[in-house]
Structures are given as C-alpha cells and as structure tokens.
C-alpha cells in the first residue's frame, strides 16, 4: 500500500464564489483537484460543519463584525460570517468536484465553542481531531495538500502535519488564499520554515 496521501481541505461552496466566505477564484482549483484525485492512492477530505450560531462567527458575537478579531479561552479568534453551517448548501462540497473515491471525510469546527483551521487539531492546539491516529494506522506518512484557503486551514494542517512528523508538500496551484492583512505572505513563510515543501 501506499504511504502517500492526497488531503483536499474544505473545497465548499461557502468558499467559493458566490458563498458566504467566499475565497477570490475558489472555484478556479477544481479541476486541478479532480485529476489530482484521479491519481492519487489515497485521497482525504476535509469538510468545515459548523452548528448554528457557532462562537467564530461574528454574528455570535454583539457589536462585532467579520474579520474582526477577539480573545477566545484558546487565544485570538477572527470572527467569521456565517458560513458552512450543518446541513446547508454551503457546507457541501463543491459541485464539480469528484470526491467519489475518498477514503475519509474528516467532519471539523461542529464544536460550538471552539474553531477548528487544522485537520489536524482545533484552535487550542491540543483537541486532536483523529486524523494524525488514523494516518498513523493506516501508515500513511507523506501528505499533499490542496484546498482552501492557503493561509488559514491549508497552512494550519500543514504545520500541524510537520509536528507530527509527517512529510509534507502544499500545491500552491491548487489552493486559494483569503490574504486577510498579509495573511497569506505570513502563513507561507511559516509553511516553509518549518519544512513543508512550496509546490
């Protein structure tokens, strides 16, 4: 079996254009996704679900607006518009997507206190999602990542993934960024100084 793995990060409608958090040219990786799917062994997905009201959403929260920032028990959470809620059209996957062969969709932020970026863990950084275990039992070691947004939950995993000891590259084709105040410049620089390779 293989050791390599494919994880697609949150490609869903609410960050695509015309979604509530939408990330400029979402939509535009879909097709690069697709044939990386298509050759991949192992293919993972991720998938933001979050309950109504969720505490990362700025309408949560009186007098606040998305993209703002406030202390959580975690540390610093930006707010959010509402987005990907549980059982909504924005929450599912973007329609084009063949996602059929999929061995895992990993299901994160249904915490309603606390935001999940990483696959890997929530925004405390110590809640374990699972993933690592089951990456770890299914003796898969070496990750590429794809998805949406490059500097929020793309990096988020990919920094976590290197923690765990896990190789890791990041197609930058295939990803999207949000670059919320230079965002995007910090996150890759993290990405390449803790080893994870710039595709």
Not at 179 to 193: N, P, Q, V
């Amino acid at each position: 079996m293989s050791s390599s793995a494919l994880i697609v990060i949150d490609l869903q409608n609410d960050f695509c254009p015309g979604g509530r958090l939408a990330v400029e040219g979402g939509h535009e990786i879909v097709s690069l996704v697709n044939g990386l799917i298509k050759s991949s062994d192992h293919v993972i997905l991720t998938q933001d679900w979050h309950p109504e009201g969720h505490s990362s959403f700025a309408s949560s929260h009186d007098g606040r607006e998305p993209f703002e920032t406030v202390d959580m028990d975690y540390g610093p959470q930006t707010l959010w518009p509402d987005h990907c809620v549980q059982g909504t059209d924005g929450a599912e996957f973007h329609p084009d997507l063949i996602w059929d062969s999929a061995e895992l969709v990993l299901r994160k932020g249904f915490r309603g206190a606390i935001d999940s970026y990483s696959a890997f863990f929530e925004n405390d950084h110590k809640t374990p999602t699972g993933l690592g275990g089951y990456l770890k039992e299914r003796g898969i070691k070496d990750l590429t990542l794809v998805g949406l947004a490059t500097d929020y939950c793309v990096a988020y995993s990919a920094l976590d993934a290197v923690k765990l000891g896990l190789k890791v590259a990041v197609r930058m084709d295939a990803c999207r960024a949000i670059d919320l105040g230079g965002s995007l410049e910090t996150m890759t620089g993290k990405m390449r100084d803790a080893g994870v390779v710039l595709k």
